[in-house]
T-cell receptor, first 107, second 115 residues
Framework: GIQVEQSPPDLILQEGANSTLRCNFSDSVNNLQWFHQNPWGQLINLFYIPSGTKQNGRLSATTVATERYSLLYISSSQTTDSGVYFCAVNRDDKIIFGKGTRLHILP | DAGVTQSPTHLIKTRGQQVTLRCSPISGHKSVSWYQQVLGQGPQFIFQYYEKEERGRGNFPDRFSARQFPNYSSELNVNALLLGDSALYLC??????????????FGSGTRLTVV
């Protein structure tokens, strides 16, 4: 089946820093989403981005479907950005999550 | 407008028992999918239902079953519970099958503990 790999697995940054999270997938997909999971377990939808580039405030994402990767950019990090970021892809009515990137933003 | 709602929020069961988890999708969404998330790992896909039909199934044993009702709400049943079934169970809804167009919106989950 399709494999989804996220990197880095862990990232520790000072408040105000910028970061780039990467998601690689092994085959073509129907769609791709980025989620932020807060400490209470809630998965918050950040971007639905099967291709192209989108921006929402300090966050932006780019998916290059032909090269099978997506990037999530976080600028001017805040402590509230801490948590786990997941990439999820859909293929043949199955949804596959990566293992996530755990982001720690230090004050 | 209400989001995806799941019930109960927490549940404690004994090994060997059966459990039913419930999910109500966002109004107008016709697809519901279920996931299991063990501590420290990413969510694992269990089932996807669209228009009351199973559209996708992950690698879970037959002890796991689900159904979708005419109002598009869904139930996940797990029989003969094992300690390893302890996890956060998440439900997501989407407009169409496969999350086409807008992707998935998740509920807050049901935290199941098997003792």
């Amino acid at each position: 089946g399709i494999q989804v790999e996220q990197s880095p697995p862990d990232l520790i940054l000072q408040e105000g820093a910028n970061s780039t999270l990467r998601c690689n997938f092994s085959d073509s997909v129907n769609n791709l989403q980025w989620f932020h999971q807060n400490p209470w377990g809630q998965l918050i939808n950040l971007f639905y981005i099967p291709s192209g580039t989108k921006q929402n405030g300090r966050l932006s994402a780019t998916t290059v479907a032909t090269e099978r990767y997506s990037l999530l950019y976080i600028s001017s990090s805040q402590t509230t950005d801490s948590g786990v970021y997941f990439c999820a892809v859909n293929r043949d009515d199955k949804i596959i999550f990566g293992k996530g990137t755990r982001l720690h933003i230090l004050p | 407008d209400a989001g995806v709602t799941q019930s109960p929020t927490h549940l404690i069961k004994t090994r060997g028992q059966q459990v039913t988890l419930r999910c109500s999708p966002i109004s107008g969404h016709k697809s519901v999918s279920w996931y299991q998330q063990v501590l420290g790992q990413g969510p694992q896909f269990i089932f996807q239902y669209y228009e009351k039909e199973e559209r996708g199934r992950g690698n879970f044993p037959d002890r796991f079953s689900a159904r979708q009702f005419p109002n598009y709400s869904s139930e996940l049943n797990v029989n003969a519970l094992l300690l390893g079934d302890s996890a956060l169970y998440l439900c997501a809804s989407s407009l169409g099958s496969g999350g086409a167009g807008y992707g998935y919106t998740f509920g807050s989950g049901t935290r199941l503990t098997v003792v």
